[in-house]
């Protein structure tokens, strides 16, 4: 993102999008300037001398998406945070953590609702909203199981004479590992994009992208053959379709196949064309 001054009072920002955003503009204090943004718009924020939004108008005179959503939402608002998550996962097992999270998302998701039914969003602005606070939630849920390697390296290097897991920790690696413990992911709408426009999103799929419990199986295939390679990616692939009970791929596998053989473009430098990295 770029953003420049162009005269008093006047801030332009430059969002370079793959796809549509839902996000805040935080310019100091507590103040929050929501957004919505799709690749190609162009918007415009007017905003009161106290800092408040007056209105939000495209510069093609075309109505804002989203309007309602973006004057009356409260879905981008921090519902849960690092120190929720350090508490909920203390002295607890997987699938009782996992039950904390969710029991509080759907506190999260009733407020977002209410507010909702209050000024009368559309179907998609619901949807929206809902996405926004779902995807806040489970990528903490997805965070779970680095967090609890992490410590358990962290167990073993401190006993560097020789060490053996305890029977806690062994309950916990199969609990992670077990897929009858992310049900929550069925709750969700998996063929639905509109989760892409959620700002909490990129740091969900890459937490979705590494879990154990979608990555532990590929590793038997592990190795640089195409074959190989062709057989780690069945294998992830059959446990997103485990875990989400279906015979299809959720939007979230999908995306992170993509992430996985994304393969970064070829500077041209040709003497007369310079493509930048």
């Known amino acids: 993102m770029k953003s420049e001054f162009l005269r008093d009072g006047v801030v332009a920002f430059d969002f370079c999008l793959y796809h549509p955003l839902y996000d805040e503009i935080v310019p100091s204090g507590n103040r929050r300037i929501p957004f919505y943004v799709e690749p190609g718009d162009t918007l415009i924020i007017r905003l009161g001398k106290n800092g408040d939004v ?22 981008n608002r921090m519902f849960y945070t690092q120190k929720d998550f350090s508490a909920d996962k203390r002295q607890c097992l997987f699938p009782e ?14 407020s ?10 559309s179907d ?8 926004n606070v779902q995807m806040q939630f489970a990528l903490w ?16 290097n401190r006993h560097e004479g020789g060490w053996q897991t305890r029977p806690e920790q062994e309950q916990e690696t199969a609990a992670i590992q077990d897929l009858a413990n992310y049900g929550f992911v069925r709750d969700m709408r998996l063929d639905d994009s509109t989760y892409l426009a959620s700002r909490f999103f990129p740091a969900f799929i890459q937490s979705y992208e590494h879990t154990q419990v ?23 692939i059959a446990k997103d379709l485990a875990m989400t ?4 791929p ?27 990295e």
């Open 250 to 276: 959720s939007l979230f596998m999908n995306m992170a196949m993509a992430r996985r053989h994304y393969k970064k473009p070829t500077p041209v430098d040709d003497g007369s064309m310079i493509q930048k």
């Open 214 to 236: 979608l990555n532990y199986d590929q590793y038997l295939y592990a190795a640089d053959t195409q074959t190989d390679i062709a057989r780690m990616d069945s294998a992830y």
């Open 124 to 131: 998609e602005e619901r949807n929206m909203a809902r996405c």
């Open 245 to 248: 009970h279906r015979d299809h």
């Open 97 to 110: 953590f996992v039950a904390r999270v969710r029991q509080k998302m759907q506190v999260a998701l009733d």
């Open 54 to 75: 007056e209105s939000y108008t495209r510069k093609d005179g075309q109505p804002v998406k989203y309007e309602n959503l973006l004057h009356h939402d409260i879905s």
């Open 112 to 121: 977002v609702n209410s507010v909702a039914d209050r000024h009368a969003f």
């Open 141 to 156: 849920i997805f965070e779970y199981a680095p967090m609890r390697d992490a410590e358990l390296l962290a167990y073993a």
